[in-house]
């Protein structure tokens, strides 16, 4: 017989661009103003970041793509239960970032340093401009919600590099427990990178690792796995005829700083997709896990509504029998903590984006069933 359980995935708050809207709705106190409460998300925003402060009190969202096509150095905050839009660190005309930034990476530190403290946000790479024109940066910022202050400057990336990962190691067992992975990416000539590189909260600096992944790769996705490892899925790379999306996969081993790569390959090549670890709770049974790859779509514009499972325990991609309703991409999917309903088929509920065309904060609600056998 066939042990399953239902999972469900709930999706983040997503800001949306296009037609106006107001980012406030929350009950306000008498007295002055506060200076760094907004009436209205600043501008409409694409290819920015968002991460979720540690208490999850507020979603940080810093950079992207303005209106005019220009990166933007505005960092602010949406309160989950608020619904009001503050500026951090002071007034809104100024600017919060090192420099403009879109196709950058934000990732909280669950851990921390001097540096980079515990619920920080490290902010690296991307597309900036300058007087002269565009270039991938290699500078980083750090911003801790805790303070509303950018902590003091940081070191460079060795490359510059944007449509990159930045991952947390959280394998104890490793020597750079605590530090950040920072994996592929492109550079200012437009190269496809291999390379990566490390993140010390402690010190602040990036140190150069000699492994190489076995695929170079961009808007690819980094999926942290229970053993410690970090699946790294799908995304651009240098084929025959120019760039192609990919449908391979590694796991970088932050014990031994390899790249080792997964049996097998997707069901299709995918950029712009999701991988979501799905944990069955079960700490010592970890032969249920799975991490779920959704939607994407390839170098030709392309969009899929197939997925795939990585099974971790086998190492190896599993296709999903059924297919999303519609074909999605640069869609979000998180999965619910708590929610682990035992039944008599292996069952994972997903929670996918649905777009309304306005600058607008939403959550979304339509569900999906996917079916994954366990033989």
Known sequence: MKNVYTYLSLLSLVMMTACGGSGGGGSHSSGPADPRLLTSIPEGHHSHTTAVTEDGQKVVVAGGYEAGLSPSQNVFTYGTYTRDTYDVAGSPVKADLFEPRALHTQTRATLGGSKAPRGSMLIVGGQSEDLLGPYVSNTADVYDPNSDRFVSAIGNLRIPRKNHTVTEITDPASFYYGQFVIIGGQDNSGNILNTAEIFDPMTGGFTYISARLNTPREEHTATALKSGGILIVGGNTRGFFGVESTDTGEVFDSVNLSFVPVLGRMSNA??????????????????????????????????????????PFMGRFVPVGSHLPKAVFRHAQNRWLFLIIPTREMRLMVILLEPQICLELELYTQQIILDKELS
């Not at 997709?273 to 799975?290: E, G, L, R």
């Not at 959704?294 to 990585?310: C, H, I, N, P, R």
């Open 270 to 311: 995918r950029r712009y997709h999701t991988a979501t670890y799905i944990d069955n709770k079960t700490p010592t049974n970890t032969a249920d896990d799975a991490v779920l790859i959704t939607g994407g779509l390839d170098e030709k514009g392309f969009t899929y509504s197939s997925a795939d499972f990585y099974d």
